[in-house]
């Protein structure tokens, strides 16, 4: 398994992998500065899209992963450049502007950038299993003291792609994970699972 590469992302892309992609990094749009995002070295930096669940905190008395509650979240749309403020010591569920179709030997790990790290941001996305597709439901947490703020349609989190010698057994399009084809903001619930199909 080795990590995949710039010439191999953009290949990818042409392939339909990655919808809508940069091909190379952006760093200015329209003469302003902005967060990065596009095809990397060896990854690519996806961009955090315009609608936003926050977290309500203190109104909340139990968050129960298995039984989910919508009231627990309060929605924003907010627009490209604009800023979404994250409380102290809470949370928002955010949503890729990129949507994923990954092939079936690529696992992808993703990773926060280090410009909001540095500033207390905790970014935090599972790994995008081979044969997953959707666009990524991303958890931006505000680890300071005071709020802080982030950009939607910005670079918010690098993708890195490995790609097996040998592809799966039993993939997460066969399984039928419960957040596969997600548009929009998915918040954690129990999905009845379907039956993984046997390949013996």
């Known amino acids: 398994m080795t990590i995949k590469s710039d010439r191999w992302i953009r290949t990818q892309i042409a392939a339909g992998m ?8 952006v760093k200015v749009v329209d003469g302003q500065k902005v967060i990065s995002y596009g095809v990397s070295s060896y990854g690519y930096d996806m961009r955090i899209g315009n609608e936003f ?4 905190g203190p109104d909340v008395q139990v968050v129960d992963p298995k039984q989910p ?3 627990t979240f309060d929605t924003f749309w907010i627009p490209d450049h604009g800023q979404m403020i994250i409380p102290p010591n809470s949370y928002v569920l955010g949503v890729s502007v990129e949507r994923f179709t990954l092939p079936r030997n690529v696992q992808t ?5 280090s410009t909001y790290a540095r500033n207390g941001i905790i970014v935090n996305v599972t790994p995008l299993e081979p044969e997953w597709i959707g666009h990524v439901t991303i958890e931006v947490s505000n680890g300071t003291s005071a709020p802080v703020c982030m950009y939607a349609g910005e670079g918010i989190a690098q993708c890195l792609f490995f790609e097996s010698d040998e592809p799966c057994e039993i993939s997460y399009a066969d399984k039928g994970g419960k957040y596969q084809n997600q548009g929009a903001v998915v918040v954690a619930g129990m999905v009845e699972e379907q039956a993984c199909p046997s390949r013996l």
């Open 53 to 56: 669940k926050l977290f309500r």
């Open 109 to 113: 790990v993703v990773l926060g950038k």
């Open 18 to 25: 990655i919808a809508p992609a940069a091909p190379y990094e």
């Open 69 to 71: 509650d919508s009231a």
